[in-house]
């Protein structure tokens, strides 16, 4: 039986933009990856415990689709992002032709909680990126125990503050993580 965790913590590869040159999570991934998502965050719950809180960035892919399957599921959910709403659009969720990413990413933040949206206000680099990750890991150890859920093909990140670098930053602190591998899907 699984320990009752305070938190779900996720990270996750973005959907491929058209010319990423080898593929990681293409957009046809999607509806395998929502599904393996959804069915993580339920083996993930304990009967007779509160729920979890979510806590995620929200760039296309895996990162909207886990607050999408956890508010589905009725669990809250935190967004956290390096930079304004408006940068990270731009940045992380836009991109993909023939793609609702944009549209959904901005209902996400609509519909979330003024007090569970949180803005760093870093400047737009790399290493902000990195530093959201350790705000993500940061605000679920408050919270106490957590659990982490990742979608990831198990290799380096394409820079610093991604899946990989997530992954290793809440491994000393997290329970077993799952591990989604988009190849497997």
Known sequence: MREPVSSLVFTGHMVDLPERGEARFPQALVPAAREAIRGSILKALAPDQPPPVGIASAARGGDILFHEECRALGLRTIVILPFSPEIFAVTSV????????????????KETAQEDREVMGLPDSSE???????????????????????????RGGDGPGGTADLIRQAS??????????????
């Open 94 to 109: 836009k991109g993909v032709p023939r793609t609702d990413w944009t549209k959904r990413f901005r209902r996400l933040w």
């Open 128 to 154: 902000a990126y990195a530093a959201c990750n350790a705000r993500i890991i940061e605000r679920a150890r408050q919270r106490g125990p957590f659990h982490l859920i990742a979608l990831w093909d198990g």
């Open 172 to 185: 000393e602190q997290a329970d077993r993580p799952v591990i989604i591998a988009p190849g497997g899907l």
